[in-house]
């Protein structure tokens, strides 16, 4: 332990910019210096840079005042930035950072809750000459602190400047002043008027959460100037079509107090309580399906689950039991959840029956049914007979890829290690379906492995920068779109929407400039034009920004598939992440970097502002509770939570711990990331039960969530080894 923090001292000494200020460096290097210490977390440094510099170089004081405030308003400290920005204002008042100084100061003062100081803030920046020019993004703010107020009128009107500026921006920004203009009618008892604006934001709605919210919403209001009809149409959409959103329990609430429960089945009523966690009405509500009814099969399924959550398993089974009897269509489903139930009390040869009726009962899944009673057999050391089962699944069809897959691996399980039949099984299943769970399986198994974590971790940073091969190749690929990186490049940074993310990232506006980002994205995803998307990437990438690198990347593996682009591009996919901060860390605890990004591209999507709905907080999801406990064990003895949602602290905490429980798993990667998402005692019961084969115990974890987590992160390891450890 105490070797491990004294590595990490002298490794952050070794990288880490000291905060300290040579007259003699260009002022590009003073403030690359700072931006550094900034992106890290390192408030208290970059502070005592900047203000050095602010007091011994007078040509750049402006500046480093502006940055020292902006610095402290990031670490909460807005009084601290208030008095500073003042200095600057007082100080040099012909400055051309006095625009930059009076919107840092609006920023800082609504955050203080001194919106009427805010307005006054912004009045002056808008006075300032030479002021950015950033749209609607002026008239947002001013919306967002009359909302402050209270003063509905001022926010109105903010918001209607701001769509009548630019067309109101991109999509999101668009939705932003929208939601603004209906909560100020709203506030202003004009609720017609509020439906035509909220209207609107329906439209534009790009995700199903937030089109769920919006139908409630347009749907209440509708209810309330008795537009029943409208009201009812949308509120049962919600129920119906989106029955897994938070806004589905209030919608049916509402239809019920209109005397319209009715309107929606039964099944879709409990669909809507089961989701929501209430699982006796949901029971209840499931018991009204007549049994004649299409709907009886899918109702009692979901009844069962309701009743399993209620601790209720006898009922569970004889609920299952009644669907799997009665010859229904439903009848391989309730087969499968009750094998599945055997082999979670332990009892495989029970399973197996369930699964060879699902079989005979399903033929249309017969090759799924398959593979559990091979399963079944497997676990049971009876491999003959779980090859037999999985010959027979693979001969039935023939199966979806991803399920051959999965047999062809499960094949080579069953067969001699290193024998030539199962080296032919793992290459069918890598075949079947490359990218898949277990295609990534069997590659691994052919041409090395992950099962354990790396002895010896990459070192240093070269292996963030691309290869003279992946260079050209990435050439060669636009070369055959007839251009070239540097040229789509220049094109997206010229583009009015970079440039207005530039000037909003200068103020500070990183969600906004996300808007701008996110507007450009779309424009070349409608098109399908891969190259400016991925020149986006990089750009988001460089202004740090990876969390829409991300985004990006995924957009671009979906529409044209991650093989089809060059493995530059594929990086855009699984980037390096505060790349040189993780290598930082994975060397002073002996981890691979590579699993560190695995990880927090799960955990955050690199985002440093993540929280989760359980309090997990930063890139690497430290909840609370452990938080202290790490800060205890390395003697940050000055650690308050919000430090997690610093860059260089989260990925301290998150090495840490991961290198913690490596060791305490002998370095075995599986139930090293099983305990870091479900606990290391839960984890103990798990090995106790199924072992430490890493293939048993995924496919036997009997906990949804840190089954798929597993997955995913093992799929995020396998992509980063493949595109970063040839270094």
């Known amino acids: 332990m105490r070797a491990h923090a004294l590595v990490l001292l002298v490794v952050v000494a070794l990288v880490t910019p000291a905060a300290s200020v040579d007259g003699a460096q260009p002022a590009d290097v003073i403030w690359d210096q700072g931006h550094q210490l900034f992106r890290r977390g390192q408030y208290d440094q970059a502070q005592q840079l900047y203000a050095d510099v602010a007091a011994q170089m007078p040509d750049l004081a402006?500046?480093?005042?502006?940055?020292e405030a902006r610095t402290a308003f990031a670490d909460g400290g807005t009084n601290t930035a208030e008095t500073i920005l003042q200095q600057l204002l007082d100080a040099y008042p012909s400055s051309d950072q006095v625009a930059g100084a009076y919107f840092t100061l609006e920023q800082v003062r609504r955050a203080a809750s001194n919106c009427a100081g805010a307005v006054r803030a912004l009045d002056a920046f808008e006075a300032s000459p030479g002021h950015a020019n950033i749209g609607p993004y002026v008239a947002l703010q001013r919306a967002q602190c009359a909302a402050i107020l209270g003063d509905w009128p001022a926010e109105l009107n903010a918001a209607r400047q701001a769509l009548s500026i630019e067309g109101g921006g991109p999509r999101l920004t668009q939705i932003e002043a929208l939601e603004r203009a209906g909560d100020a009618e709203t506030r202003l008892g004009r609720k017609q008027d509020a439906l035509y604006y909220y209207n609107q934001s329906l439209g534009l709605a790009g995700t199903r959460a937030y089109r769920a919210e919006m139908l409630f919403t347009t749907a209440?209001?509708?209810?309330?100037?008795?537009?029943?009809?409208?009201?009812?149409?949308?509120?049962?959409?919600?129920?119906?079509?989106?029955?897994?959103?938070?806004?589905?329990?209030?919608?049916?609430?509402?239809l019920i107090d209109m005397d319209l429960g009715a309107t929606v089945s039964p099944l879709q009523a409990g669909m809507?309580?089961?989701?929501?966690?209430d699982y006796r009405k949901a029971v209840s509500l499931f018991d009204q399906v007549d049994s004649a009814s299409a709907d009886w099969g899918p109702a009692q399924l979901s009844r069962a689950e309701a009743l399993l959550k209620l601790g209720d398993e006898e009922r569970a089974r004889r609920t299952l039991s009644a669907v799997a009897d009665g010859a229904t269509r439903d009848a391989g489903s309730?087969?499968?959840?009750?094998?599945?139930?055997?082999?979670?009390?332990?009892?495989?040869?029970?399973?197996?029956?369930?699964?060879?009726r699902m079989a005979d009962a399903a033929p249309?899944?017969?090759a799924e049914a398959l593979f559990h009673v091979g399963f079944t057999r497997f676990v049971r050391d009876d491999r003959a007979g779980a090859l037999d089962a999985w010959q027979t699944a693979l001969g039935s069809g023939p199966p979806a890829p991803v399920l051959q897959a999965e047999l062809q691996y499960w094949s080579a399980r069953a067969l001699p290690a290193g024998s030539p039949q199962g080296q032919e099984a793992l290459n069918r299943a890598a075949a079947a379906a490359p990218e898949s769970y277990y295609g990534l399986r069997a590659q691994e198994q052919l041409n090395g492995t992950l099962s354990m974590a790396s002895l010896l971790p990459s070192s240093g940073t070269a292996w963030l920068t691309l290869s003279q091969n992946e260079v050209q190749e990435r050439a060669d690929w636009f070369a055959a779109l007839n251009t070239t990186p540097e040229r789509v490049a220049r094109e997206v940074g010229a583009s009015a929407a970079l440039q207005r993310a530039d000037a909003l990232l200068e103020l500070g506006l990183r969600t906004e400039a996300g808007w701008e980002i996110d507007g450009a994205v779309q424009q070349y995803a409608?098109?399908?034009?891969?190259?400016?998307?991925?020149?986006?990437?990089?750009?988001?990438?460089?202004?740090?920004?990876?969390?829409?690198?991300?985004?990006?990347?995924?957009?671009?593996?979906?529409?044209?598939?991650?093989?089809?682009l060059p493995r530059a591009l594929q990086k855009q996919v699984y980037p390096a992440a505060w790349g040189d901060l993780?290598?930082?860390q994975a060397a002073a605890y002996a981890v691979d970097p590579l699993l560190v990004l695995a990880i927090m591209r799960q955990e955050s999507s690199f985002d440093p502002r993540a929280q989760s709905n359980a309090q997990a907080m930063g890139l690497t999801q430290i909840v609370p509770s452990t938080a202290r406990n790490i800060a205890s064990r390395l003697g940050r003895d000055d650690f308050v939570l919000r430090d997690l949602f610093k860059p260089q602290t989260s990925l301290q905490f998150g090495t840490w711990f991961m290198s913690q429980l490596l060791g305490d798993y002998k370095g075995r990667i599986f139930p090293a990331l099983a305990a870091y998402n479900a606990g290391g005692g839960t984890v103990a019961r798990w090995l106790q039960r199924f072992g430490d084969d890493p293939d048993l115990l995924v496919e036997q974890i009997p906990l949804n969530e840190t089954q798929t987590y597993l997955r995913i992160v093992y799929d995020n390891?396998?992509?980063?080894?493949?595109?970063?450890?040839?270094?």
Do not use: C
């Open 62 to 67: 402006p500046r480093a005042l502006l940055l």
């Open 220 to 254: 209440a209001i509708a209810r309330a100037l008795g537009q029943d009809a409208l009201a009812i149409d949308r509120f049962r959409a919600v129920v119906v079509d989106y029955a897994d959103q938070a806004r589905a329990p209030g919608a049916l609430d509402a």
């Open 272 to 277: 809507v309580r089961l989701n929501d966690r």
């Open 334 to 356: 309730a087969l499968l959840r009750l094998g599945q139930l055997d082999e979670r009390s332990g009892d495989e040869s029970a399973a197996e029956s369930k699964y060879v």
């Open 364 to 366: 249309d899944r017969a």
């Open 526 to 564: 409608q098109n399908r034009d891969v190259a400016h998307m991925s020149a986006v990437a990089d750009w988001a990438q460089t202004h740090d920004l990876p969390q829409l690198t991300l985004r990006i990347g995924k957009q671009m593996r979906d529409l044209v598939g991650l093989s089809a």
């Open 582 to 584: 993780v290598a930082e």
């Open 717 to 727: 390891y396998w992509h980063y080894q493949a595109l970063y450890g040839g270094h």
